[in-house]
């Protein structure tokens, strides 16, 4: 039976929705669902010449604009949900539409939703999980930057205030989460995912990634798991002028169908972390190649997700080495006791050796001697 799940993500400047999206969208593609992201309708406008500037009165109107705009996209989206040959899909908002009652008073918002004869009441209903992000301005200052939206101007001041109108236009949700800045951006990031696990019933993972070493000269995993999702990476490591800072791009996709990543990682007491994801343009994934390493190879493999006895596991073929691939899966409170597949060749358990990390693979070109 198909499910959509409707999910907005809101906040204040600067909350880290952009990085979220992106996180959420490659976290649940790979767990089998369908994922839209119906982007903010607010920037589209404001980057195209539209803007509220010029006192309240204009702000009324371009309310007025931004509602009418951001309506027809929603049912735009939801419609081609529904014709879409996908039985799990979530449709993550970038802001929904009550975000828009931060900017004008009470009764200036009820004469625009009149207006396309609706209420708030019926905008609550409209979606099923509200996720507000709270700004870096209130508790991580040193974080706080507009660096990566053009359309946005707002001091420390206006984006504590903008956050809290915006925190309070969703007040009645049934299913509004708050997540604040009590800890760094990667606890910000599993506190988010943890939440969407639990709306769609899903087990969380603990984010402990179990690797192995497998032999797949000879298994044809095309032939021998049907239900998979396939994809192609490609992925090159950037010049970092921090030798404890890990830079790279990838490509995924399969076909002419393809999504570009710039991604950042940083080495903290010998730990690889996560510091920043984001997706990007296909003309800023090639401006990117100028910056290559060339002391590291490509990375370029192919990836199969598939499950096995109600566990997720993801298998990387590197093209480079067809002998060896590497197998994962994220450790959840249900499967602490992993079945490993019967089908595949497993060599060993690599989960603590770094050798094979894609990073240490990239700096040899093959994944085992």
Not at 102 to 116: G, P, Q, R
Not at 180 to 202: A, C, P, W
């Amino acid at each position: 039976m198909k499910t959509i799940k409707k999910i907005v993500i809101t906040g204040g400047p600067c909350s880290g929705k952009s990085t979220m999206l992106n996180l959420i969208e490659n976290t649940f593609k790979e767990k089998g669902y369908k994922v839209i992201i119906v982007s903010e309708t607010a920037t589209e406008l404001i980057r195209g010449g539209v803007t509220p500037f010029g006192g309240q009165e204009n702000m009324f109107i371009f309310q007025d604009y931004l509602l009418s705009l951001q309506f027809k996209k929603e049912e735009v989206y939801e419609k081609a949900a529904m014709e879409m040959d996908a039985e799990k899909i979530i449709i993550l908002y970038d802001r929904g539409l009550l975000d828009n009652k931060a900017y004008v008073s009470k009764e200036e918002f009820e004469i625009i939703l009149d207006k396309f004869g609706t209420n708030e009441s019926e905008l609550i209903d409209r979606y099923d999980l509200v996720l507000h992000l709270v700004t870096t301005a209130n508790g991580a200052e040193e974080h706080y930057t507009l660096a990566n939206n053009t359309a946005r101007s707002e001091s420390l001041e206006d984006a504590r205030r903008i956050d809290e109108l915006t925190l309070n236009a969703w007040i009645g949700h049934p299913r509004l989460k708050i997540f604040d800045n009590s800890t760094d951006f990667e606890g910000k990031v599993e506190r988010v995912l943890r939440e969407i696990y639990n709306d769609l019933d899903e087990y969380m993972p603990t984010g402990l990634i179990r690797k192995y070493l497998v032999d797949v000269e000879n298994v044809d995993i095309d032939n021998i798991v049907t239900a998979s999702e396939k994809m192609d990476i490609v992925q090159y490591y950037l010049k970092s002028t921090n030798p404890k800072l890990e830079r790279r791009i990838r490509q995924i996709g399969a076909g002419d169908n393809y999504s570009y990543y710039y991604t950042e990682k940083e080495t903290i007491n010998n730990s690889r972390t996560f510091r920043k994801e984001k997706k990007i343009s296909d003309k800023l994934y090639l401006s990117y190649l100028s910056e290559i390493d060339n002391q590291l190879f490509t990375v370029i493999k192919t990836r199969h997700c598939f499950v096995y006895e109600n566990q997720y596991f993801k298998l990387d073929i590197f093209n480079n080495d067809k002998k060896y691939g590497i197998l994962e899966i994220e450790a959840t409170n249900q499967n602490d006791e992993i079945s490993l597949p019967d089908f595949l060749n497993i060599k060993e358990d690599v989960t603590k050796d770094s050798m094979y990390s894609n990073y240490e693979i990239a700096k040899r070109n093959y994944v085992c001697e």
